[in-house]
Nanobody, 115 residues
Framework: QLQLVESGGGLVQPGGSLRLSCAAS????????IGWFLQAPGKEREGVSC????????KHADSVKGRFTISRDNAKNTVYLQMNSLKPEDTGIYYC????????WGQGTQVTVSS
């Protein structure tokens, strides 16, 4: 069964950068599109970025366009989210998601943007 583990979160000052990783085990990510989601404090979980199975197509929420980049390394069975120019409103728990016949979520990684 597919398992996803996010990492790379932490505390960063506004304007700083982080790179999140979503590592998969139990199955190959090669055939799946992957999404990153943010659950900000007191808010619903919402989509941030997604990438096609080949990596040839990506989409980003308007709030992160030009600041976040999603990428994948299928050889490492891992998807990344490079986050630059971070803002306090980027604070929350970041999750990766795979949807096949089932939906798989990781446990999340906390990102806090604060001075």
């Amino acid at each position: 069964q597919l398992q996803l583990v996010e990492s790379g979160g932490g505390l960063v000052q506004p304007g700083g950068s982080l790179r999140l990783s979503c590592a998969a085990s139990g199955d190959s990510l090669d055939y799946y599109a992957i999404g990153w989601f943010l659950q900000a404090p007191g808010k619903e979980r919402e989509g941030v970025s997604c990438i096609s199975s080949s990596g040839g197509s990506t989409k980003h929420a308007d709030s992160v366009k030009g600041r976040f980049t999603i990428s994948r390394d299928n050889a490492k069975n891992t998807v990344y989210l490079q986050m630059n120019s971070l803002k306090p409103e980027d604070t929350g728990i970041y999750y990766c998601k795979v949807q096949s016949s089932d939906v798989y979520w990781g446990q999340g990684t906390q990102v806090t943007v604060s001075s």
